[in-house]
C-alpha cells in the first residue's frame, strides 16, 4: 500500500539546487511529523531532517544552512529544498510520515527517490 510519493530527484551538479517532493496518501489522516531520509550506497539510511505539522523543523548538522524541509497541510505534501548540494548529497532520498490508523500512530514510507550531484 503506497502511502507516501517522492518526487523531484535527478542529476545536478555540485553548487546546484534540486526541490524534492513528498504527497501524501489523500487516505492518510491526522499527519504529525513529517520527515526526509537519505541512503548513500554502502551506507546506512541517516536522516536529514523534520518538520512537525505546526511547521517546526530540525536538520543534521551536514546540511544546516542549505536544505530546507517545508510543508503544504492542506495538500498533504513535505518539500526539500536542496541548495548548495555537494557531491557527498548523493544518495537515495525518502520520505516518512507519522500518522494516526486505527487509534495507532504508524509511520509511513515513499520508495524514495535518487539525487546524484556530480559534474
Known amino acids: 500500500q503506497v502511502q507516501l510519493v517522492e518526487s523531484g530527484g535527478g542529476l545536478v551538479q555540485p553548487g546546484g539546487s534540486l526541490r524534492l517532493s513528498c504527497a501524501a496518501s489523500?487516505?492518510?489522516?491526522?499527519?504529525?511529523?513529517m520527515g526526509w531520509y537519505r541512503q548513500a550506497p554502502g551506507k546506512q539510511r541517516e536522516l536529514v531532517g523534520t518538520i512537525t505539522s505546526d511547521g517546526r523543523t530540525n536538520y543534521v548538522d551536514s546540511v544546516k544552512g542549505r536544505f530546507t524541509i517545508s510543508r503544504d497541510n492542506a495538500k498533504k505534501t513535505a518539500f526539500l529544498q536542496m541548495n548548495s548540494l555537494k557531491p557527498e548529497d548523493t544518495a537515495v532520498y525518502y520520505c516518512?510520515?507519522?500518522?494516526?490508523?486505527?487509534?495507532?500512530?504508524?509511520?509511513?514510507w515513499g520508495q524514495g527517490t535518487q539525487v546524484t550531484v556530480s559534474s
Open positions: 489523500p487516505r492518510l489522516f491526522s499527519i504529525y511529523t
Open positions: 516518512s510520515a507519522d500518522f494516526l490508523s486505527g487509534g495507532t500512530m504508524k509511520t509511513g
